[in-house]
DNA sequence: CATCCACAGGAAGGACGGGGGT
DNA sequence: ACCCCCGTCCTTCCTGTGGATG
């Protein structure tokens, strides 16, 4: 009686379609990384001084998106480590989520056991902190900092230059940098000191091919999947629609895991091919609300005029969308921002992808910015109004 | 061929709330 | 208790601009 029981609750939990779902997450580092093997050679080459605690070059490693570059690197200094747990330390930076030299300081510092403040102090006592730390510690550190272009893009090379410079400042080197970029052109803008320090050596990760993906997806699936539930045909489609994004093994993942995720809440236990396609849709559908339901009020309402102009009209100017945005802002009885961060704001929703905001030349009547939405505008709309009884009223 | 539209977008700076140091 | 620094939004003032029009 007990097993049935036992069965029920576990086929319950378990569902029947996965596995082990968490094998399919993006920051999951598997334990084999296929096609990546010429990378974690050179990787591992160059880190080589490591075993005998000296310090390694500084890296910068090139490459799209979801091509592998976190998770070579983490997969390499995760082993490197397990075989000289004594020699290093390392510390991972995502400099998207840790996007000031502030947070960059302070995430460094709470990875050797030193608490910081979230905010607060200056830039220039935290890095004071950090040198005086250097100075305690004996072994080596090795500093992988991911995205590095935002951070660049966002707050110029100074953090860069000095973190390249603090070996110098504590006269014996300790530190080591590993930058990871998928921006390739992103050193134009960097002083050359930074960018000569920062690649003393270099990797490039080339982008999957639709074939390579669907290795990839092939042996993840056969660990995270039950039997029978992906079929090849699934595999192949997952893997066609990555590599049309230039070969984003992340993006392939997250199609089949959401594929899964459809079939199992639809009680099935085979995804199908409609599965991906929904799956597609899904993801962007979340990321549009995610990002649009976290917006500042003025943006969400700069929003809701757009949607509300394209009612009669493919694209409105800048100039039209801050008409409808301020008759909003005078019904709901607020002050308005001026036309200057109108301009801005528009911006911002292009760059998430929203909507987009193209400039044109129109010769006698002007240059300004057509815009048009380019999401899901039920969604855009929905996550507007969520929790917000104020812009709801004004959808009419 | 100069003009002039309807803005673009850079520069500087400020209000404000959160969070320190001393 | 008081001062300082931070990031986030936002303002003010500004110079720049491609091409239809007169």
Known sequence: MSDIIDAVLSSLSKGKVFKARELLLP????????????????????????????????????????????????????????????????????????????RILADILENLNSKVPYTGLSTAELFRRFLKKLNEIKSIIVLVLDEIDVLAKKHGDDILYRLTRANNELGKSKISIIGITNDVKFTENLDPRVVSSLSEEELVFPPYNAEELEDI??????????????????????????????????????????????????????????????????????????????????SKLVLMAILLGLKGKNTLT????????????????????TQRRVSDILNELDMIGVITAKVVNRGRYGKTKEVSIAANKDVVLKAIIEKDERLASMWS
Do not use: M, W
């Not at 990787?43 to 490591?50: F, G, H, Q, S, Y």
């Not at 991906?276 to 995610?290: L, Q, S, T």
């Open 27 to 102: 920051d999951y580092v598997p334990e084999t990384l296929p096609h990546r093997e010429e990378q974690i050679k050179k990787l591992v080459e160059i880190l080589a001084p490591l075993a005998r605690a000296e310090r390694p070059n500084n890296i910068f490693i090139y490459g799209l998106t979801g091509t592998g570059k976190t998770a070579v690197t983490k997969f390499v200094l995760k082993n490197l480590h397990k075989r000289f747990p004594n020699n290093f330390i390392y510390i991972y930076i995502n400099t998207r989520q840790s996007d000031t030299p502030y």
């Open 217 to 298: 997806l092939k042996q993840r699936a056969s660990l995270a999947f039950n039997e029978g539930v992906i079929s090849d045909e699934v595999v192949k489609l997952c893997a066609a629609l990555a590599a049309r994004d230039h070969g984003d093994a992340r993006r392939a993942l997250d199609l089949l895991r959401v594929a899964g995720e459809i079939a199992e809440r639809e009680g099935r236990n085979v995804v199908t091919i409609d599965d991906v396609e929904k799956a597609r849709v899904e993801i962007e559908k979340d990321r549009v609300f995610e990002v649009v339901s976290t917006l500042p009020f003025h």
């Open 318 to 337: 800048t100039g039209e969308v801050y008409e409808i945005y301020s008759s909003l802002t005078k019904k709901l009885g607020i002050e308005s921002v």
